[in-house]
């Protein structure tokens, strides 16, 4: 995200939440965010916040996409999305009843330049 930022992609990160405050700390220096904090629910209490980055252990990415859709953010979970079958059904649903975006993957980044250097490595 950072390297998309410096790119002129047109999006601001306006907040970071982290529990470990070494990470917090240098995840808002990285990125210039002017609000952390240790609760995810005070991010997506934010009415200038309108989509979230997730990016978590494994058993958290479900239960915060549906609470930021709720919230009326769209949501990046990296994956995985959620942590069984049961609860990426819930989050379908909550994507059908709040008309919010949640797309997962590995990282926010463009995947051609990422693709062209994972198939140069290999041939090298």
């Known amino acids: 995200m950072l390297r998309m930022l410096e790119e002129g992609q047109n999006f601001k990160i306006t907040a970071v939440c982290d529990m470990y405050e070494k ?6 220096e990285n990125s210039k965010a002017e609000f952390t904090t240790l609760d995810y629910r005070e991010v997506l209490a934010r009415p ?3 989509a979230v980055v997730i990016a978590t252990p494994d058993h958290w990415p479900g239960t915060m996409a549906l609470a930021a859709m ?4 769209d949501v990046y979970p990296e994956k995985p999305m959620t942590h069984t079958i049961e609860e990426a059904k819930v989050v ?3 994507m059908r009843e709040t008309g919010r975006s949640c797309k997962s993957g590995r990282r926010p980044c463009r995947p051609t330049s ?9 041939t090298e």
């Open 23 to 28: 990470r917090r700390r240098l995840a808002q």
């Open 92 to 94: 379908a649903r909550k």
């Open 48 to 50: 200038d916040i309108d």
């Open 114 to 122: 990422g693709g062209r250097r994972a198939r140069r490595s290999r």
């Open 70 to 73: 709720e919230a009326g953010k």
